[in-house]
């Protein structure tokens, strides 16, 4: 069988005939190696490596073996997401029926000292997947996107309303060709839905408003006192 890797000697070697035949048939398509003239001998005084890669198809039984994981994988992607799903909405009735409440008067301990993987921070984030995930459920052309598998992809996702938590989603799994974005990609979104909803505070006054200057330093200290009308109106900074 032709090795993966061949090598010609870097010093001055003696290469029979068939030898250089046999190995420039295996090589054909991948390299050229110049052989002067047809002596039964020829001299080579460079050395080389040529890795070849041989690409077979698959067997019956490898393509069965292949659909097998393919599916096994898929059935675990959709038990991680009842997993979480599950997680939370336990969390949840644990949390808001005060159940812990026979060993423990608050949440954070309960949490702390129950669950030896989950504090209270994590526990509140699992409880957050599943009202986000029932959102999703309930959103609009929602049913045939996947759900979070990690609460870490929804934990930016707090601040935002139910439809604008399922837009969020809706927008990453789309960036994503259909996968399960990433936490990282699911938070660039959630800014940018923030910004669009940032409006500039109004401004209080109007061309004409008198008012009563009040300056303790810069330029208008020395009016300090005096009444005043608005002329021109550029920008409203509000004081601390």
Not at 19 to 44: E, S, W, Y
Not at 141 to 154: D, G, R, V
Not at 173 to 199: Q, S
């Amino acid at each position: 069988m032709f090795d993966e890797h061949f090598y010609l000697p870097e010093k001055t070697a003696a290469v029979t005939e068939r030898a250089v035949l046999v190995d420039c048939h295996q090589l054909q398509g991948r390299a050229q190696i110049p052989f002067p003239g047809d002596k039964k001998n020829t001299v080579v005084q460079q050395e080389t490596a040529i890795t070849v890669e041989v690409i077979q198809e698959l067997t019956e039984d490898e393509l069965a073996d292949r659909h097998r994981l393919e599916m096994k994988v898929e059935r675990g992607i959709e038990q991680i997401e009842r997993t979480l799903y599950q997680i939370g909405i336990a969390l949840r009735e644990l949390r808001e029926r005060r159940l812990y409440r026979s060993t423990h008067r608050r949440w954070s301990d309960y949490c702390n000292e129950r669950f030896s993987n989950i504090k209270r921070r994590q526990a509140d984030y699992f409880i957050l997947a599943s009202e986000v995930i029932d959102d999703l459920k309930n959103g609009h052309n929602c049913a045939h996107f996947p759900l979070p598998t990690s609460e870490s992809q929804i934990r930016s996702m707090k601040s935002l309303t139910p439809v604008e938590r399922v837009e969020a989603w809706q927008t990453g799994v789309n960036e994503f060709d259909g996968e399960v974005p990433t936490a990282k990609t699911i938070k660039g979104i959630v800014e940018r839905i923030k910004e669009r909803n940032t409006t500039p505070p109004q401004i209080p006054y109007q061309l004409g408003d008198v008012f009563l200057i009040s300056a303790k330093s810069g330029e208008l200290k020395k009016y300090s006192g005096c009444w005043a009308i608005a002329t021109q109106i550029k920008a409203w900074i509000k004081s601390r």
